[in-house]
């Protein structure tokens, strides 16, 4: 079984300790526990998603530790997961397997947990490691398949299948949505003059800057090369118009000397409203149709498609 170090306390002034890999699950719980930590391991198995998992683990303890709410963290998870309200009693925990951490599971409720419910509880998270290992596994994955290598926003293939959903939200929930699509101009003489190396920090820098003047809800990727694709949800258009403003700004004002680059770098925006017509494709194309009018009218401009 798994190291599951307890951070809680438990009635004493100092946390526990418990290392449950050199014990025997004959040595530690009665068959009827073993066969239930069995049982919730196989039930737990059959999730991925991490959310899933800690709402099935914590309904199916219940009855033996009863409990208000739980909050989970994790280095791979870039929010806690959490439900019901925080208390002030709780027992925390954090689980490795096989030198790989797990995070932090914690559980709240407003009276102190008995000894007994500590012993029970720590039995149990031993059906919670494996599922939890290959949920943040998978978790990792997928994180990896839409995340950008170099600039660690989302990519092309995360917007191919985000966008379309946002698409759908809006119509359903009547709601506006702006998008627009952003090209640096003159990157082409940056890689030409001072190499890939100097571009790429560039592209990460200009990303920094762009994922700043958004909101948390609204959604950026990179679409490729030097071009960028922003959503912004429940946005009119004099609001797109003054995050681009912000965006071209930000951009201008850049320290190039910071990358031994001779003069300042430029963007073009191409923004465009959702309209009702409009599905995915045609929605991307006359975003990108205002981008091409900015570049040829003079660039580092905002135009509206």
């Known amino acids: 079984m798994s190291n599951i170090t307890s951070l809680g306390k438990t009635g004493s002034d100092h946390p526990q300790v418990i290392a449950l890999d050199s014990r025997k699950p004959e040595q530690v719980v009665s068959d009827k526990q ?51 309200k925080i208390d002030r009693h709780s027992l925390q925990y954090r689980l490795t397997i096989q030198q790989m951490d797990l995070g932090e599971l914690t559980l709240y409720r407003d009276q102190p947990f008995g000894s007994n419910e500590v012993c029970q509880f720590e039995d149990l998270l031993c059906s919670l490691v494996y599922p939890l290992r290959n949920a943040l596994l998978y978790h990792t994955a997928i994180t990896s398949a839409y995340s950008d290598p170099l600039t660690g926003i989302n990519n092309r293939a995360a917007m191919e299948k985000l966008l379309p959903r946002e698409i759908r939200l809006a119509k359903r929930h009547d709601h506006r949505l702006a998008m627009m699509i952003l090209d640096l101009d003159g990157f082409k003489r940056i890689n030409d003059e001072y190499g890939h190396d100097i571009g790429d920090r560039v592209l990460v820098r200009v990303a920094e800057l762009i994922r700043a003047c958004l909101r948390d809800t609204d959604m950026l990727f990179r679409y490729g090369g030097d071009e960028f694709v922003a959503a912004l949800p429940h946005t009119d258009i004099q609001g797109g118009i003054d995050v681009a403003h912000r965006i071209l700004e930000q951009v201008l004002s850049m320290n190039m000397e910071a990358f031994a680059i001779d003069g300042a770098l430029g963007m073009s925006v191409g923004l465009t409203m959702l309209q009702a017509g409009d599905d995915f494709p045609r929605f991307f194309k006359r975003a990108d149709e205002a981008l091409f009018r900015a570049k040829k009218s003079g660039k580092h401009q905002v135009v509206i498609g």
Do not use: C, W
């Open 34 to 84: 073993y066969l239930k930590i069995l049982q919730l391991s196989d039930l737990l198995s059959r999730h991925l998603n991490l959310e899933d998992i800690l709402k099935v683990f914590s309904h199916e303890i219940q009855p033996m530790v009863p409990h208000n709410s739980y909050r989970y963290t994790s280095e791979q998870v870039a929010e806690p997961i959490r439900e019901g």
